[in-house]
């Protein structure tokens, strides 16, 4: 199979973060996959939500949107209720961020990580959670904690990468040409250290086998790899986990 983009079949579209991306948030990552471009920016508030309160210990969450011109047709703005699949999305990198982090370490702080798609070419859940945990390392290094945390509150990295069966091919990291072929669609999120925190496949119309399901985690797997390498150099001297 040939891909429009003339990928090979197991390569991630080319991938940028660029932190400290705006100033207000001391946590900022653009993220671009591709055609894909999501804003990450996360900020920390000294308080918890009140069902932990006197607990000391932190929280994270997520929030998710498509903006207005990051589709062909217009998006409408969400302005009164947040649709069904944005809930669903902003869920999943929320549990996706905290599978890695320790509550106790990270105190009573509340960290929300803002995911803002500008322009959508498919991907868009799965970059906004590989951007969102760097933007997440740099919210909470800029905690001051006295004298210090007392160990560091990331027990690993996260990253997400979308695969799917294409004209009978298992392919890496969709566009959303692939993605709307797609005869088996999935989302995996794994930790950086091997470990997996959610897989979402689905058959569209079709059914699919466990060597299919076994390329599939393959081609995730080497692909979260390379994205978790890519996290460590955009974070260089601040990687938060050994």
């Not at 001391?26 to 920390?44: D, I, K, N």
């Not at 809930?87 to 990580?113: H, M, N």
């Not at 945390?149 to 990295?157: A, G, H, L, Q, T």
Request: net charge positive.
């Amino acid at each position: 199979m040939s891909r429009q983009d003339g990928r090979r079949a197991n390569q991630l579209r080319p991938l940028k973060m660029r932190r400290r991306y705006t100033r207000p948030s001391p946590g900022s990552v653009l993220m671009t996959a591709g055609e894909t471009v999501v804003l990450c920016t996360a900020s920390v508030e000294e308080a918890v939500p009140r069902w932990m309160k006197d607990t000391q210990r932190g929280w994270v969450t997520a929030e998710y949107n498509m903006l207005p011109g990051s589709t062909s047709p217009r998006k409408q703005r969400d302005r009164k209720k947040v649709d069904g699949r944005t809930t669903e999305i902003q869920r999943l990198i929320g549990r996706s961020l905290r599978a890695v982090i320790d509550f106790e370490a990270l105190g009573p702080y509340t960290i929300t990580v803002d995911c803002d798609v500008l322009q959508a070419d498919g991907g868009t859940r799965t970059a906004s959670i590989t951007g969102a945990f760097v933007a997440l390392v740099d919210a909470i290094r800029s905690i001051d904690y006295r004298p210090h945390p007392p160990r560091s509150p990331f027990v690993d990295s996260v990253a997400a990468i979308s695969v799917g069966i294409v004209d009978g091919k298992a392919i890496l990291d969709l566009d959303y040409s692939e993605d709307v072929r797609a005869s088996v669609d999935m989302n995996v999120v794994m930790t950086g250290s091997g470990k997996f925190v959610e897989i979402q496949g689905t058959g569209e119309e079709a059914t699919f086998d466990d060597e299919e399901l076994a390329a599939l985690l393959k081609h995730a797997r080497a692909g979260i790899t390379r994205l978790t390498q890519q996290q460590r150099k955009a974070l260089g001297r601040d990687w938060p986990c050994g």
